[in-house]
Every structure is written in C-alpha cells, then in structure tokens.
C-alpha cells in the first residue's frame, strides 16, 4: 500500500554530484569573503594579545615553532612571528631554541626511518660521494649548509638524518649556521611592531657568501 512518498527516498545521495562544483565554489568564495571581510590586527595589536596570554606564551610559540619547523614549513614564517609576538631578545631565544629542536628531530626521524633507504641506494657513486663529502666536513660543512637561505632546513635535516653524519657535529653546524638568519628574520619581525629593522638582505646575503664559500671548500676537499 503507497504512502504517497517518491520512489527510491532514502537511497539517493544528499547531494547530486552535479552540484558538488557549485558548493565547492560557494564554500571557496564564502572563505574568501571572510578573509577580506574579517578585521585583522595590525603588528602592534598582535603584539598585546601575546604579551596579554601571560608567560605561557613563549613556551606555546616555542612548541609550535619547533613541530612546524620538523615537517617542511617554512622556518623564516615563524621566525618571523616569533619576533613579531616576542620581541626582540626574547624572540631570538625562542626561535633558536625551537630550531635546536626542531633540528634534532628532523635528524633522528630521518635516521629512524632510513634503513631501507640506505640499502637501496648506498652503491651509487653519487651517494656514496655525498655522504663522505657531508659526513668529513663536520660541523664546518652542515654549518656552510644552513647558512644559505634558499636551502630548505626540514628536507636538510633529513638528509644529514639519512646520512652517516654524526648527531654531535649535526646539531652544532645547524645552531651556528641558523643563528644568522634567525637573527636577521627576528628583528624584521620586531621592527614590525614598531622597532628599527637592520639591513637584512645585506645580512643574508652575508650569509649566502659564507655559506657558498664553505659549501665550495666542502666540494673540493
């Protein structure tokens, strides 16, 4: 006996896929609005809502800071906020020791997983040429390599991880090689908020000279 309703109610799905585009369109366009629409805070502003969240802030930003920075984000963002949130002393701080961690993470992740890598690739030449290369040069080698800005720090982390570079030498190559940058990035991200901002391209490109430099010497010895 009918009741009246359509056949097949209940078995078609929500949505058709037909309307699937539109409503990813209008979901797209509504995120966007928000965006332009939302009143954002200016530097000044962040910087009072950080210093309002107490002393729990720095220990916050730097576990953010440190996680991010193991997968493949970009560390000169955080860098960034973290001067921007922190200030100037106090973001420098943070931010290293968050690359510190951020580093030695990267490292031993990479060396966790790097067995099956290694037996794969470990009788050609041009690997092999490498890891010597990175493995006899030390902390002087990894330090040239984080000194050059356009090198990515999480994919560098895991190429020394999957190397037979030690951990020692490692960890200080890429605190000292960091530090510039950093430093650098960090009082960008203070004068942001209202300080005096150092040169920094001449800063980097201070750095990409050094590096470039060590990095050759590497190669050739």
Same mark, same amino acid.
């Not at 290694?118 to 002087?140: C, E, F, K, W």
């Given at each position: 006996m009918?009741?009246?309703?359509p =056949?097949?109610?209940? *078995?078609?799905?929500?949505? *058709?896929?037909?309307? *699937?585009?539109?409503? &990813?369109?209008?979901?797209? &366009?509504?995120?966007?609005?928000?965006?332009?629409?939302?009143?954002?805070?200016?530097?000044?502003?962040?910087?009072e809502?950080?210093?309002?969240?107490?002393?729990?802030?720095?220990?916050?930003? !730097?576990?953010?800071?440190?996680?991010?920075? #193991?997968?493949?984000?970009? =560390?000169?963002? !955080?860098?960034?906020?973290?001067?921007?949130?922190?200030?100037?002393?106090?973001?420098?701080?943070?931010?290293?020791?968050?690359?510190?961690?951020?580093?030695?993470? $990267?490292?031993?992740?990479?060396? =966790?997983?790097?067995?099956?890598?290694?037996?794969?690739? =470990?009788?050609r030449?041009p690997?092999? /040429?490498?890891?010597?290369?990175?493995?006899?040069? $030390?902390?002087?080698?990894? #330090?040239?390599?984080? &000194?050059?800005?356009?090198?990515? !720090?999480?994919?560098?982390?895991?190429?020394?991880?999957?190397?037979?570079?030690?951990?020692?030498p490692?960890?200080?190559?890429?605190?000292?090689?960091?530090?510039?940058? #950093?430093?650098?990035?960090?009082?960008? $991200?203070?004068?942001?908020?209202?300080? #005096?901002?150092?040169?920094?391209?001449?800063?980097?490109? /201070?750095?990409?000279?050094?590096?470039?430099?060590?990095?050759?010497?590497? /190669?050739?010895?």
């Amino acid at each position: 006996m009918g009741l009246g309703f359509p =056949r097949g109610t209940g *078995r078609e799905p929500v949505v *058709r896929r037909g309307a *699937r585009p539109y409503l &990813l369109a209008a979901l797209v &366009l509504a995120c966007v609005a928000a965006a332009l629409l939302t009143p954002v805070p200016g530097p000044a502003r962040l910087r009072e809502l950080a210093e309002a969240t107490g002393p729990a802030m720095p220990l916050v930003f !730097f576990a953010v800071y440190a996680l991010c920075v #193991t997968f493949p984000m970009p =560390r000169t963002a !955080f860098s960034l906020a973290s001067g921007l949130l922190l200030g100037n002393a106090l973001g420098v701080l943070v931010a290293m020791a968050g690359t510190a961690l951020a580093a030695l993470l $990267g490292f031993l992740l990479a060396r =966790r997983l790097r067995g099956d890598l290694m037996l794969r690739y =470990r009788d050609r030449l041009p690997v092999q /040429a490498v890891d010597q290369r990175i493995t006899a040069s $030390g902390a002087l080698g990894i #330090t040239s390599l984080r &000194l050059i800005p356009v090198i990515p !720090f999480a994919p560098l982390s895991y190429c020394c991880g999957v190397s037979s570079v030690r951990l020692r030498p490692y960890l200080v190559g890429s605190v000292v090689g960091s530090l510039p940058g #950093t430093v650098a990035v960090v009082t960008l $991200g203070d004068a942001l908020a209202g300080s #005096t901002p150092l040169p920094l391209v001449a800063c980097y490109a /201070a750095c990409a000279l050094l590096g470039g430099v060590g990095v050759y010497r590497m /190669a050739r010895g």
